[in-house]
């Protein structure tokens, strides 16, 4: 899904059942999710390196303003999420940066799903307590 106005560019990522819709604009590195700063949203540092991935990928961190709104799922989920939005906006804006992005493996999404729950099951797969007696 491509949103593209001006010097705005966007991207949609998704995943497990995070999505996230994420606009950049020439600026000097700031990160909102949801009208939040991303640190604060995101509360740890490893998702902090996951959301800037593709911007270290293609040297350009300090390049960008990025607006995101995010929902669904959890945060690690969302991590992803902004992760390949950014990435597919980042594309969006500049076709040239395709293939080091496909390479690190950025615009790829990552097809894995939660398993969907069964009846006469607790989850997926697990199962009640057997009892003989």
Do not use: C
């Amino acid at each position: 899904m491509a949103h593209t106005t001006g010097n705005t560019h966007g991207g949609t990522g998704r995943r497990k059942r995070s999505v996230a819709r994420v606009l950049i604009t020439l600026g000097k590195g700031s990160i909102k999710v949801n009208d939040r700063p991303a640190e604060e949203y995101m509360g740890r540092a490893t998702l902090m390196q996951i959301i800037r991935q593709p911007l270290e990928a293609t040297n350009s961190v300090e390049r960008f303003d990025i607006v995101v709104n995010a929902h669904g799922g959890g945060l690690t989920g969302q991590a992803g999420a902004i992760r390949h939005g950014v990435a597919r906006a980042l594309v969006q804006m500049d076709e040239t940066l395709r293939p080091v992005l496909r390479k690190a493996g950025l615009l790829t999404r990552d097809p894995r799903e939660k398993e969907s729950k069964k009846y006469g099951r607790k989850r997926a797969r697990k199962r009640f307590q057997f009892s003989k007696r």
